[in-house]
């Protein structure tokens, strides 16, 4: 099986008509749920995001957002069948807490299957079910009528039908994944939570490592992900800080709206979505985030289409055609 980080490009898929890939965003906020009136535009639920492709429903962390998703998707479907796919990137609140409020994991004729790796100290299935034990939830996640199939991930590739998805894990406190979905229109990669590498440098401090060993390290890291990420047509990517507001956060695990873009350019992505607003962020001070990212773009010379998500919002992603 081929390492994920060396394998930047799409892989070959099969001759078969290509569709468009949807995107959908039903939660855009990071750290806990802020409605109101001042996150209208931008949303207030936590991570949550669908994306259609290739005949296949892949749905991107459980956060508050998987509950109008589920509601949505009852509407579609009525009396028919869900099947989908579940990602988890980690197990923090914000990304796990709408599981139960999921209205499709309650009806047996619908089939939801989960993926995401052990975190530490606990494995998937421990980490799904804790938000359901009492005292804390009066439903126990074993009386979900819907067949539930929790697969722990161990290698860094895996199928989703005819989709293929790689992984990698990111600088997040714990264990933390991203992820980059190849269908027939191009890819998407989900990195919800990531703090940049050279912020490891602090957790160096009074270890063995001398700072130089730190910095080596960092920069290997750096590369890695860049090689993981390049050339994705869509990032969807933490940008919860302004650069002045991450010298305060070092280590909490989280970007800064310059080491977004930072990422984005060298990795060569066609449009970077500024994703895991911060519930102290009203949605004007998301559009002047969003507007200092496009001025850095813009001082850079170079390409690329940066949006901030809203949740309700959709992207399609359609392939590219060759010139004749």
């Excluded at 197990?91 to 975190?119: C, M, T, V």
Aim: glycine share 8%; hydrophobic share 40%.
């Amino acid at each position: 099986m081929q390492n994920a980080w060396q394998n930047p490009r799409c892989p070959s898929m099969p001759d078969t008509p290509v569709t468009p890939t949807r995107i959908r965003f039903w939660g855009t906020r990071g750290s806990i749920a802020v409605p109101g009136p001042e996150t209208l535009r931008y949303g207030g639920n936590t991570a949550c995001v669908e994306l259609r492709a290739d005949g296949e429903i892949i749905v991107l962390d459980a956060g508050s957002g998987i509950r109008p998703l589920g509601l949505a998707l009852q509407k579609e479907f009525q009396a028919k069948a869900i099947k989908l796919s579940l990602l988890i990137t980690h197990a923090h609140w914000d990304h796990i807490q709408g599981l139960p409020f999921f209205k499709p994991a309650y009806d047996s004729n619908n089939e939801i299957r989960i993926f995401g790796f052990d975190g530490t100290g606990a494995n998937l299935r421990e980490i799904l079910a804790e938000p359901m034990r009492a005292p804390f939830f009066p439903i126990t996640m074993r009386e979900l009528s819907a067949r539930m199939v929790i697969n722990k991930l161990t290698d860094m590739t895996f199928s989703l039908g005819k989709v293929k998805v790689h992984a990698a894990l990111v600088n997040h406190p714990g264990v933390c994944a991203g992820y980059r979905i190849f269908t027939s229109a191009g890819s998407v990669a989900f990195l919800p939570d990531h703090e940049p590498y050279e912020s490891f440098l602090h957790a160096f401090r009074g270890n063995q490592l001398s700072s130089e060993q730190a910095k080596e390290i960092a920069a290997d890291e750096q590369a890695a992900l860049v090689r993981f990420l390049r050339g994705s047509d869509i990032l969807i990517l933490d940008g919860q800080y302004t650069d002045e507001e991450h010298k305060a956060h070092i280590g909490w695990g989280h970007s800064s709206i310059s080491s977004a873009v930072s990422l984005a350019l060298e990795a060569e992505v066609q449009t970077l979505v500024l994703f895991h607003h911060d519930p102290h962020h009203e949605d004007e001070k998301v559009d002047a985030m969003l507007e200092s990212a496009r001025e850095l773009v813009a001082k850079s010379g170079r390409q690329l289409e940066i949006v901030a998500a809203q949740e309700g919002s959709e992207m399609l992603l359609e392939a590219k055609v060759a010139a004749a």
